[in-house]
T-cell receptor
Framework: DVKVTQSSRYLVKRTGEKVFLECVQD?????MFWYRQDPGLGLRLIYF???????EKGDIPEGYSVSREKKERFSLILESASTNQTSMYLC??????????????FGAGTRLSVL | QKEVEQDPGPLSVPEGAIVSLNCTYS??????FMWYRQYSRKGPELLMY????GNKEDGRFTAQVDKSSKYISLFIRDSQPSDSATYLC???????????FGKGNQVVVIP
């Protein structure tokens, strides 16, 4: 069974703190993704990575950075957390290539509150 | 105009009813059409997908794609309380690693 594990289910941080969200997958997937999910706005792609040390901006990368030093691990970094980054963060992974990339496997999510 | 439009309004139906969900899209290059299901406090998981136009059936679930109208649908027959979840449509051009998601529809099936 594919497993995508996010390090925390709930996080509470203060404005200005540096925040690390970690994601690990066990299926040797090439692609990994970070989304945020907000009521009325749906899933929005922050960053994705199609290989180790490679990253691509998604639709809302401002205020975020990512790191992928190993194939199985993809980290999302909030350099200086702000209240408008309070959200549910979802990590996903998939194989690469025609027909295979459409199946994304998601973690359970991290609910981040920035006070 | 967003690439994928899905009216996010919640939907409540009695058990046994047919649930009908739909999405419209603007990018004619989309080739793969997916429906993801997300239970409360969980991540989305792929329910079913269709390549190009046509219908696909899987048990009580039917997915339809009309590329000429840029319109996709998901039907759930004989709905059960266990079908209560948020359903997100998603689309891809294929050979491309990104998916374009709709906002999702929350469905509640009342026993």
């Amino acid at each position: 069974d594919v497993k995508v594990t996010q390090s925390s289910r709930y996080l509470v941080k203060r404005t200005g703190e540096k925040v690390f969200l970690e994601c690990v997958q066990d299926m040797d997937h090439e692609n990994m993704f970070w989304y945020r999910q907000d009521p009325g706005l749906g899933l929005r792609l922050i960053y994705f990575s199609y290989d180790v040390k490679m990253k691509e901006k998604g639709d809302i990368p401002e205020g975020y950075s990512v790191s992928r030093e190993k194939k199985e691990r993809f980290s999302l970094i909030l350099e200086s957390a702000s209240t408008n980054q309070t959200s549910m963060y979802l990590c996903a992974s998939s194989f690469s290539g025609e027909g295979r990339a459409i199946i994304q496997y998601f973690g359970a999510g991290t609910r981040l509150s920035v006070l | 105009q967003k690439e994928v439009e899905q009216d996010p309004g919640p939907l409540s139906v009695p058990e046994g009813a047919i649930v009908s969900l739909n999405c419209t899209y603007s990018n004619s290059a989309f080739q793969y059409f997916m429906w993801y299901r997300q239970y409360s406090r969980k991540g989305p998981e792929l329910l079913m997908y269709t390549y190009s136009s046509g219908n696909k059936e899987d048990g009580r679930f039917t997915a339809q794609v009309d590329k000429s109208s840029k319109y996709i649908s998901l039907f759930i027959r004989d709905s059960q309380p266990s079908d209560s979840a948020t359903y997100l449509c998603a689309m891809s051009v294929g050979g491309n690693n990104r998916l374009a998601f709709g906002k999702g529809n929350q469905v509640v099936v009342i026993p």
